[in-house]
């Protein structure tokens, strides 16, 4: 069952994306919003989440992943498919993410490959962008965007 992050977890959800090797940059930023999903044990093993741009038109999808162990069980959709309704929810018409390994992933959800500028000119306030300009790696990043229903 999926529950907000609180401030209390932060270090948690840190470890378990650091584990899945994903973003960490600005997890605990006030516009961020993120779920996890604990196992019996009390452990992270599912995240999904986004931040809306300044605009509030716009989402940058983010922390999706699921313990390597649940993976190909769907659970990674359930938990994309969350965020995208929840962002819908707070008005976001489109969404838009980075990923430079799953593209395949986000296909079948409906994203497509799109502008990185573009990406990070909507979300350039968000700390996520910024790392990635300041630490060159804006350059390598892979794009992709679609529209919310």
Do not use: K
Not at 55 to 75: E, I, W
Not at 80 to 85: Q, V
Not at 95 to 117: M, V
Request: negative net charge.
């Amino acid at each position: 069952m999926l529950e907000p992050c609180g401030a209390d977890a932060v270090a948690d959800l840190t470890a378990f994306l650091r584990e899945v090797d994903l973003t960490l940059s600005g997890l605990d930023e006030p516009d961020v919003r993120l779920w996890i999903e604990r196992d019996a044990e009390g452990r992270i093993v599912g995240s999904t989440g986004y931040e809306l741009n300044a605009a509030g038109d716009a989402v940058l999808v983010r922390s999706v992943a699921v313990h390597p162990r649940q993976r190909a069980a769907g659970r990674g959709t359930a938990l994309a498919r969350f965020a995208l309704a929840r962002a819908a929810d707070e008005g976001a018409t489109t969404a838009w993410l980075f990923s430079r390994r799953s593209g395949g992933f986000w296909q079948t959800l409906g994203f497509a490959p799109a502008d990185r500028d573009e990406l990070a000119a909507l979300f350039a306030e968000t700390r996520q962008v910024r790392m990635f300009q300041e630490s060159g790696r804006l350059s390598i990043e892979v794009a992709w965007s679609m529209p919310l229903a």
